[in-house]
C-alpha cells in the first residue's frame, strides 16, 4: 500500500469521526458511550445468561477499570443496576433499567431506523467491508504506535 493511500485512510477516518458529531444530541449527562453499553448489555442479556462487567469489557473491546467506572455513572444516573449474584457475592451481574431501555429504544427508533431508511445507497457487503477494514486499520496502529524523530 502505498503512503498517499495511507493518508486517504486516516482522512476517511477522519470523516468517520466527524459523523458521530452529526448525532443527535443526547440528554444531559448522558455520554455516547452509554448507548454502547446499553446495546451491548441488551444484546448479551438476549443470549439468557446474567451479564458481568467482564463481559461489557470483552465485547467492547475495552479495559475493564474504564467500563467499570461507566458502569458506575450510568448506575447512578439511573440507566443501570447492579446486582450480587445469589450463588456469590463476590460477583455483580449487570441490568438495564427501565430508564435505560426507554433511552436505549429512543434512539434506536427515532434514529437509527429513521437512518436506516436513508442508507439504501450502501449495501450490507460494503458496510461490512467498511466496518471490518476500520477495525484492522485501528488494530495495526494500536500495535504498531510509532515515533517520528
Not at 74 to 83: D, H, I, P
Amino acid at each position: 500500500m502505498t503512503p498517499e493511500k495511507i493518508k486517504e485512510m486516516v482522512d476517511a477516518c477522519y470523516l468517520a469521526k466527524r459523523i458521530r458529531d452529526l448525532l443527535p444530541q443526547l440528554p444531559e449527562g448522558v455520554a455516547p458511550s452509554y448507548l454502547q453499553v446499553l446495546d451491548t448489555l441488551r444484546r448479551l442479556h438476549a443470549g439468557g445468561n446474567p451479564v458481568k462487567v467482564s463481559d461489557i469489557s470483552a465485547a467492547l473491546g475495552l479495559p475493564r477499570p474504564g467500563v467499570t467506572r461507566l458502569v458506575k455513572q450510568m448506575e447512578a444516573g439511573g440507566y443501570l443496576r447492579k446486582l450480587s449474584a445469589p450463588e456469590d457475592g463476590r460477583i455483580t451481574y449487570v441490568t438495564v433499567t427501565e430508564k435505560g431501555t426507554a433511552l436505549s429504544d429512543k434512539f434506536d427508533r427515532q434514529f437509527y431506523d429513521r437512518l436506516a431508511k436513508q442508507m439504501d445507497g450502501i449495501s450490507e457487503a460494503e458496510a461490512d467491508t467498511m466496518i471490518r477494514t476500520i477495525s484492522r486499520f485501528y488494530q495495526i496502529m494500536s500495535e504498531r504506535k510509532m515515533e517520528i524523530e
